[in-house]
């Protein structure tokens, strides 16, 4: 789904079935084990997903022992420094002063985008109107995602990758992000220009009839471990009628890769790590178990 909450990581950002089971090696997985290219103890990867509940693990045992083995877990960001950065992300989320969606839009789009808010939240662009389009894209992408999943709870949800970070710290590990919570929100709520957002905000309410369904089936992939399919729907998608730009889908993703890739190979050189990131990461020409595996490391799935 291209729209900014994917990015949240993400993305956003997935879940469904439990793939494909034989005595086979498994093909398709959310985890993968690091190996070969000098390392003399393996690392492991973990795709996550913000929304899934952990119990998507129970599918992948594997990890629990794959987590022991680890001396540090690193994910895209430390997720306890996002606590201590609500201040950050409110401001962050407002629209410059004196920039109002006037400015972004026309009056007919203004209507429009106004109607659309108040018939899915109840509210409208009075009270919505001092957040920038990407904040409201957010809080839109997380109501798509309980209607689509009516037992999840934005309020008591635990994100995949806030539980391997505690997991870790339980027991004594070490805690690391490839980059800060800033670097995240600048990039989630100021990357593309406000007009852009607003445009895309408003092709996201207009095409909201499908969202459902495109969760519900990104939600089957995600369990399944079908990453490929994962990404073909959120970057290589005709058929979606709300496209970000290629600029930000370049920053979003290959850059970011590139930049952990930088990283990655020195870590594991040194001591056994577990990292767990968005899925959409790890999968594609530019994902980090191809890169990995150009770099001259074995990455296999694992379950």
Same mark, same amino acid.
């Not at 004196?98 to 026309?106: E, I, M």
């Not at 957010?138 to 009516?150: D, E, F, G, K, V």
């Given at each position: 789904?291209?729209?900014?909450?994917?990015?949240?990581?993400?993305?956003?950002?997935?879940?469904?079935?439990?793939?494909?089971?034989?005595?086979?090696?498994?093909?398709?997985?959310?985890?993968?084990?690091?190996?070969?290219?000098?390392?003399?103890?393996?690392?492991?990867?973990?795709?996550?997903?913000?929304?899934?509940?952990?119990?998507?693990?129970?599918?992948?045992?594997?990890?629990?022992?794959?987590?022991?083995?680890?001396?540090?877990?690193?994910?895209?960001?430390?997720?306890?420094?996002?606590?201590?950065?609500?201040?950050?992300?409110?401001?962050?989320?407002?629209?410059?002063?004196?920039?109002?969606?006037?400015?972004?839009?026309?009056?007919?789009?203004?209507?429009?985008?106004?109607?659309? !808010?108040?018939?899915?939240? *109840?509210?409208?662009? %009075?009270? /919505?109107?001092? =957040?920038?389009?990407?904040?409201? $894209?957010? #809080?839109?992408?997380?109501?798509?995602?309980?209607?689509?999943?009516?037992?999840?709870?934005?309020?008591?949800?635990?994100?995949?990758?806030?539980?391997?970070?505690? !997991?870790?710290?339980?027991? *004594?590990?070490?805690? %690391?992000? /490839?980059?800060? =919570?800033?670097?995240?929100?600048? $990039?989630? #709520?100021?990357?593309?220009?406000?007009?852009?957002?607003?445009?895309?905000?408003?092709?996201?309410?207009?095409?909201?009839?499908?969202?459902?369904?495109?969760?519900?089936?990104?939600?089957?992939?995600?369990?399944?471990?079908?990453?490929?399919?994962?990404?073909?729907?959120?970057?290589?998608?005709?058929?979606?009628?709300?496209?970000?730009?290629?600029?930000?889908?370049?920053?979003?993703?290959?850059?970011?890769?590139?930049?952990?890739?930088?990283?990655?190979?020195?870590?594991?050189?040194?001591?056994?790590?577990?990292?767990?990131?968005?899925?959409?990461?790890?999968?594609?020409?530019?994902?980090?178990?191809?890169?990995?595996?150009?770099?001259?490391?074995?990455?296999?799935?694992?379950?």
């Amino acid at each position: 789904m291209k729209k900014i909450l994917l990015l949240a990581a993400t993305a956003a950002i997935l879940i469904a079935g439990c793939g494909n089971r034989s005595s086979a090696e498994p093909t398709e997985s959310i985890l993968w084990k690091i190996t070969g290219n000098g390392l003399s103890t393996p690392s492991y990867l973990l795709g996550t997903h913000h929304f899934a509940p952990v119990s998507v693990l129970d599918e992948y045992p594997a990890y629990t022992e794959a987590l022991a083995s680890a001396e540090i877990v690193i994910g895209e960001v430390d997720m306890e420094t996002m606590n201590a950065a609500q201040a950050l992300m409110m401001e962050s989320a407002m629209l410059p002063e004196g920039t109002t969606y006037h400015d972004l839009l026309t009056e007919e789009q203004y209507a429009r985008l106004d109607e659309l !808010l108040t018939g899915m939240f *109840g509210a409208g662009l %009075a009270q /919505f109107g001092n =957040f920038k389009p990407a904040m409201i $894209l957010n #809080m839109y992408t997380a109501l798509s995602y309980s209607r689509a999943n009516p037992s999840f709870n934005i309020m008591m949800h635990v994100p995949i990758d806030s539980y391997i970070q505690n !997991l870790g710290r339980e027991s *004594g590990k070490e805690i %690391a992000g /490839f980059e800060t =919570f800033e670097e995240q929100i600048s $990039l989630l #709520m100021d990357f593309e220009p406000l007009p852009v957002q607003a445009e895309l905000l408003l092709c996201s309410l207009e095409n909201d009839e499908d969202s459902v369904e495109k969760f519900i089936e990104m939600d089957n992939l995600y369990k399944e471990g079908n990453l490929q399919g994962m990404y073909d729907m959120s970057f290589d998608n005709d058929d979606e009628p709300c496209r970000m730009s290629d600029e930000f889908e370049l920053a979003i993703n290959k850059l970011r890769n590139d930049k952990w890739m930088a990283q990655i190979p020195g870590i594991i050189s040194e001591k056994p790590a577990f990292i767990a990131v968005g899925a959409l990461h790890l999968a594609g020409e530019e994902g980090l178990i191809n890169q990995l595996r150009e770099a001259g490391f074995t990455v296999v799935p694992i379950r």
